[in-house]
């Protein structure tokens, strides 16, 4: 018995649109499912761990385009398009983004920094601190008043240009010694 047994008499000619569009629905839900769940899993390892949105929603987003973009290559194989031209497709794509993200190089470095920042907590909101450039030298000093992406937001504290903003890219902390200065955490003031 196959599935012509089970369909009426006009569906028998539809049958060759029929078990492909039920693939492709089937194909569609089962991603929508996957990204909700898994966002959801990262929404909350993000509240349990105490994480930044600004770590938080990309990883989220990644995740979404990942699987919709999985979804998209399996919905154009139900169509009748060949695996080897989207493969071929796929990696040209792949190889572009490669030479692309390489020539990024420095945006890439501020972005992991950023990671890194936010995972091992160096410094935090309201702390004190000075990139040292040699043990004689003052280097650049100021208070964090914002971590994002690929930069730091320092309110300078000097006496010349106490209030100015200096935003610093965070591939600096790692580039150079750091000196710090917790404040209370209840408080964002010396």
Known sequence: MGLRDYLPLWA???IDVIVPG????????????????????????????????????????MLRYLIYGAAFLLVMERLGVSATVLWTG???????AAVAFFAAWSVLSNLFCAVLIFSTRPFRLGDVVELIDSGD????????????????????????HAGALLQVPNALFFQKSLRRWRTDPGTLSL
């Open 12 to 14: 028998h000619e539809w």
């Open 22 to 61: 039920l693939q492709i629905v089937g194909i569609l839900v089962v991603a929508w499912l996957l990204q909700y769940l898994l966002r959801r899993i990262v929404s909350r390892v993000g509240q349990r761990y105490q994480l930044p949105t600004d770590l938080v929603a990309p990883v989220r987003n």
């Open 90 to 96: 796929f990696t040209g794509f792949v190889t572009v």
């Open 137 to 160: 030298k003052p280097g650049i000093k100021g208070r964090v008043i914002d971590i994002q992406l690929v930069y730091t937001t320092l309110e300078d504290v000097t006496a010349e």
